[in-house]
């Protein structure tokens, strides 16, 4: 393994975090590529609707439900080995969705592909933290934000193109396939290239709290994966139960914390690290907005306006190039800008997104989608400033010791926000749609305009954080504070 750098830092840290970065990105783009291939997957494999919607609702409740574990047995064991066996079962699990022969078999194995691509994700943040220090950090931040915000933009897009490259009935499983090479690589270059460090504080892992904890994410979560086939009314007292869970989770962890034990997830992370609650919280309502209207922009292009899956996909291109370039600029900008530069992103969403539905709505169709280009592109410009810098200004005071864990709860917050948003919004869509208009374009506009309020509440939050720092910049900072703060941020 090659030798520190004089300042502690690993010279190979940014070829190691590209290495992340693509396995982060083929996990998280597997949450959304799949849904253009659902049709054809229902025909080849004689699915019932409510099984082929387990392929994608499946993949994201596994997900979630093992990202704070996985994050916290990473910190305990060591990240860089958590994340090349999770790297390595991801593999191996897209190899067996794609050679599927029933929907059972698909199920089970988009079950146990979201439980690797669970376990792989805090790591990368995790990764980050240990590897970067400084200015450094905020960069290679902002790149893993441009890999969150571009990957969930772009796998309608990319699920379209493959659909068309790999023409016929089997052509969908090349949605799957296509993970086999490329992670293969990511893999092999992950076990010559990620640091080797001293695992933490191994101890006993609080299996109460991972319990509590499981039960309430997946309480909350059940009903919403489970939407279009009824779920939210069947099911809705699991909301009641995932609450009691997760005040239960809370109230244990504070006791594990006080015994000086070691908690699942330390509560001193939210009362007493600079940024991580509020941070968390803005997160989780701009992934309520954010998720939810891509679903609702494919319903309407798709079966309003009769768009292949690849035309759908690329309407929405200006939205993901923006997202890019947002994400990339604002990793050097977040040191200088700090809490405005969220600010102004949601701002930019809310522009982009509020104008969006307000010209679907006016307009018609062949006049809106030209109009819309130069809306999206500013709002995926805002995107690419809220995301990279908010995730970085949440984990930034976070010891390195507690940043697995840290970024599974923060990721945690995301998708079941992003799974609010797309139970919530295209569920809307429908309802508009069936009250007697039968106008597409009504339903489009209610259902991105109404989408844009969690995210208007998540820019009132920013700005209440922002002018709270900008009071507190102007009083002396007492040393014991600085000098915690100076802690957390060096692990």
Known sequence: MPTQADDGTDPRRWKALWVTLVAGFMSLLDVTIVSVALPSMQRDLHASAPAIQWVVSGYALAFALVLVTAGRVGDAIGRRRIFLMALAAFVLCSAAAGAAPTIAFLVAARLAQGVAAGCLAPQNSALIQ?????????RAFGLFGAVVGVSSAVGPIAGGLI???????????????????VGAVALLLGFRLLPRTTPGRRGQLDLVGVALLGCGVLALMLPLVLAESGGVQRLWWLFLLGAVCLAGF?????????????????PRLVTSTRGYAVGASIGTLYFVGFSGVWLVFALFFQNGLDYSPLRSGLAVTPFAIGSTLGAAASGRLVDRLGRLLTVCGLAAVVLGLGGTALILLLEPAHVAIWLIAPLLFVGGLGSGCVISPNITMTLRDVPVRMAGAAGGALQTG????????TAALPGLFYVVLGSGTHNYRTAVATSVGLGTLPIVCSLALAIHDWQRDRRADGQPCPPEVSNSHLHAGQG
């Open 130 to 138: 240990q590897m970067f220090r400084g200015a450094e950090r905020g």
């Open 163 to 181: 659909l068309a490259l790999a023409d016929g009935p089997q052509g969908w499983r090349w949605i799957f396939y296509v993970n086999v090479p």
């Open 250 to 266: 809370v109230q244990w962890e504070r006791r594990v914390a006080a015994g000086d034990g070691q908690p699942l997830l330390d």
């Open 414 to 421: 995301q998708r079941l926000g992003g799974s609010i948003g």
